[in-house]
């Protein structure tokens, strides 16, 4: 979904389950979807905030969402039926200027570390911070 007017963009994935089952190459085709989405949806949309909803049962895909600098913003309680029982979902988002932070030899970088969850989204946050202090960004 794109709205031009409010400058928002909602990104959604439908993965082969083939591709799931290799963690390793779910994290890569993931990321790179992702990267191309966000250069898309803010450079040639100008798009302001780009979002995704994800069900909470989706653990993995959760961790590379906040790994690659989506932020969760917001609790969906009960939102979808599945295995037997109702599950919240949550929304996260990325905004341009958040993402103008975000360098190729920093994706580089980050992309190689595993534990996507435990590392990636401190580092991120470490890495936001510092450029949004040292560049006078608010």
Same mark, same amino acid.
């Not at 979807?33 to 959760?62: A, P, Q, W």
């Not at 103008?100 to 570390?113: A, E, G, N, P």
């Given at each position: 979904?794109?709205?031009?007017?409010?400058? @928002?963009?909602?990104?959604?994935?439908? !993965?082969?389950?083939? $591709? !799931? #089952? =290799?963690? %390793?190459?779910? +994290?890569?085709?993931?990321?790179? !979807?992702?990267?191309?989405?966000?250069?898309?949806?803010?450079?040639?949309?100008?798009?302001?905030?780009?979002?995704? %909803? @994800?069900?909470?049962?989706?653990?993995?895909?959760?961790?590379?969402?906040?790994?690659?600098?989506? +932020?969760?913003?917001?609790?969906?309680? /009960? $939102?979808?039926?599945? /295995?037997?029982?109702?599950?919240?979902?949550?929304?996260?988002?990325?905004? $341009?200027? #958040?993402?103008?932070?975000?360098?190729? =030899? @920093?994706?580089?970088?980050?992309?190689?570390?595993?534990?996507?969850?435990?590392?990636?989204?401190?580092?991120?946050?470490?890495?936001?911070?510092?450029?949004? $202090?040292? +560049?006078?960004?608010?």
């Amino acid at each position: 979904n794109i709205d031009l007017k409010n400058e @928002t963009g909602e990104i959604s994935f439908l !993965v082969d389950p083939a $591709r !799931v #089952e =290799d963690k %390793e190459l779910y +994290r890569k085709d993931f990321i790179a !979807v992702l990267r191309m989405l966000c250069d898309y949806g803010f450079k040639k949309l100008k798009l302001r905030n780009i979002y995704s %909803e @994800t069900y909470i049962f989706r653990k993995y895909h959760i961790s590379i969402l906040e790994g690659f600098g989506l +932020r969760p913003v917001k609790k969906l309680r /009960k $939102r979808k039926f599945a /295995k037997g029982k109702k599950w919240d979902s949550i929304v996260h988002s990325i905004l $341009r200027d #958040e993402w103008k932070l975000i360098s190729d =030899d @920093t994706f580089q970088i980050l992309s190689k570390l595993k534990n996507v969850r435990n590392v990636l989204a401190p580092i991120y946050s470490l890495i936001f911070h510092f450029l949004k $202090r040292n +560049r006078n960004i608010n």
